[in-house]
């Protein structure tokens, strides 16, 4: 296992087992970051990527996170039918950094890394076939667009 406390925390690898799980984890890591920087090179240069169709989901987030990082945090007077946590997260992030198509797109390439390391971090402490299962989160990226 890895040693921690609360006052400190080490990653560091107390054998050789540990040290070839970490080193598989990277690489795993390393592949879904390429296939990603990938996906996203590809997909910058559709008309979609800098101002999302009115009508799909994405367009619906975009205008009302605008309006929460514009401060109306009631979002109007209308009921409310899609997910409100992710509004305001992305209302945040467009507070903070600014409105750039590349905000939620970042942010959504951060949470899908911490996601592969999860799995595979889950597939080591659960199946201890870490070579065969934490090469399943590739499998996400490698799907497409979701």
């Known amino acids: 296992m ?13 054998n050789a087992c ?5 080193y598989t984890l990277v690489l795993v890591l390393l592949i879904g970051l390429t296939a990603r920087l ?3 090179s590809e997909v910058a240069h559709y008309p979609n990527f800098k101002v999302p169709y009115a009508g ?8 009302l996170a605008e309006k ?23 209302g945040t992030l467009y507070r903070i950094f600014g409105e750039s198509p590349w905000i939620p797109r970042i942010a959504n ?3 899908g890394m911490g ?5 595979s971090s889950t597939a080591k402490k659960f199946f201890k076939l870490t070579q065969l299962l934490s090469l399943l989160p590739l499998v996400p990226p490698c799907m497409g667009p979701c």
């Open 2 to 14: 890895y040693s921690a406390n609360l006052s400190t925390f080490s990653m560091k690898p107390k």
């Open 115 to 119: 996601t592969v390391g999860s799995i």
């Open 38 to 40: 990938i996906y996203l």
């Open 109 to 111: 390439f951060i949470f």
């Open 56 to 63: 799909l989901d994405a367009a619906l987030y975009h205008s």
């Open 18 to 22: 540990e040290k070839e799980t970490l």
């Open 68 to 90: 929460v990082a514009a401060g109306d945090l009631l979002l109007g007077n209308d009921v409310f039918y899609y997910s409100s946590t992710f509004v305001y997260f992305l």
